[in-house]
């Protein structure tokens, strides 16, 4: 973590020396989750769920080809609980949980005149910092004898000594940006976001990991500042 952390400051330090010029701008748009775990529970399943995905961008671009991608990310990621016993279901709801993630990619793009496409990749480290719940849930009893059904509707999943709270990972995209006047553009962006690190911490064995892999598109806006290219 230390050598990574001594990387990123040398990498920042040496953009104002090489850097031509750089971009400031936002994107924004809609994000598809996948959970995965190792499942410890029986007729337990996991479903993807909805997102947005809305961030601030900084560009440092080196030439029209090369450029490296950073910025402040928020991005919901959810997915859907079902739980059953023999064939009543105890769980059935929606899990959104809240992320804020700093990317940092390299990205090479091509330009066909108004046109670019890019390809790009890198890492993201990230912290979560809400959970909510939305649908059906079972209060606790071995026998259901008593038991009661509530139902949540945004309610707020308090944290525990077993959630972790950082999250780290790889991140892909490719896309396709319309150059504008005044040398803004908008980017069309596929972003693939794959979790390296779990969500649950290993204080026991057996312990059921959890790991959010995430599809996104964006449309983002850049305007020029500084210097030209």
């Known amino acids: 973590m230390r050598k990574t952390s ?8 040496l953009f104002p020396a090489f850097a031509s010029s750089w971009n400031l701008g936002a994107e924004a748009g809609y994000a598809l989750n996948f959970m995965s775990t190792v499942n410890t529970w029986p007729e337990t399943s996991y479903n993807p769920g909805h ?18 991608h950073t910025g402040l990310r928020y991005i919901g990621k959810s997915f859907i609980y ?3 016993y023999g064939e009543y279901v105890t769980s059935n709801y929606l899990e959104m949980d809240h992320f804020l993630e700093i990317p940092l990619a390299i990205r090479y793009a091509y330009r ?14 990230g912290i979560w910092f809400l959970a909510q719940s939305f649908g059906k849930n079972t209060s606790a009893s071995e026998t259901f004898d008593g038991a009661e059904d509530y139902y ?8 525990d000594d077993t959630d972790n709270l950082f999250e780290a ?8 940006s319309v150059h504008l006047a005044s040398s ?4 069309f962006t596929l972003r693939y976001e794959g979790n390296i690190t779990s969500l649950v911490r290993n204080y026991q064995k057996n312990t059921a990991h959890r790991y959010d892999d995430t599809l996104s598109f964006t449309i983002g806006f850049l305007v020029p500042v500084g210097g030209e290219r």
Not at 117 to 124: D, E, I, Q, R
Not at 152 to 159: A, K, L, R, T
């Open 169 to 176: 990972g790889i991140l892909a995209e490719t896309g396709v």
């Open 184 to 187: 803004s553009r908008l980017d």
């Open 152 to 159: 949540s509707h945004g309610d707020i999943m308090p944290f």
């Open 112 to 125: 066909l005149g108004d046109v670019s496409f890019f390809a790009g990749g890198g890492g993201y480290i």
């Open 82 to 84: 079902r739980h059953s």
């Open 6 to 13: 001594l990387l990123i400051i040398l990498l920042a330090s």
């Open 51 to 68: 997102g947005a995905d809305a961030a601030f961008l900084a560009e440092y671009a080196f030439s029209d080809s090369l450029s490296i």
